[in-house]
C-alpha cells in the first residue's frame, strides 16, 4: 500500500505544481489589481509567478526528491534478496 500511495503521489507531483503556479499567479494579479487598478494587473501576475515558481519548487520538489530516494531503497532493497551469485 505504502508503494502505491508513493507512486501515485508522484504522479500527480506536477500536477500540484501547477496548481500551486496558477494560484499564486491569480492571486498576485487579483491583489495587484485590486490595490493598484488594472495596470497592475500584468505586474501582480508576474510578480504572483515568480512567488508561485518559488513556492512549487520548494514542495514539489521536496515531493520529487522523496520519491527519488524512496525509488533508489526500493532498487538496493530489492538486490539485497537476490542470491549473491546472479
Known amino acids: 500500500m505504502n508503494n502505491f500511495l508513493a507512486k501515485t503521489l508522484a504522479s500527480i507531483n506536477a ?24 495596470g497592475m494587473f500584468v505586474i501582480g501576475a508576474i510578480v504572483g509567478a515568480i512567488a508561485g515558481i518559488a513556492v512549487a519548487a520548494l514542495v514539489c520538489g521536496t515531493i520529487a526528491f522523496l520519491t527519488l530516494i524512496e525509488r533508489h531503497l526500493s532498487v538496493i532493497a530489492a538486490a539485497t534478496r537476490q542470491p549473491q551469485g546472479q
Request: overall charge neutral; charged content about 0%.
Open 15 to 38: 500536477l500540484i505544481a501547477v496548481v500551486i503556479l496558477a494560484f499564486c499567479t491569480l492571486s498576485g494579479a487579483t491583489t495587484a489589481s485590486a490595490q493598484g487598478g488594472s
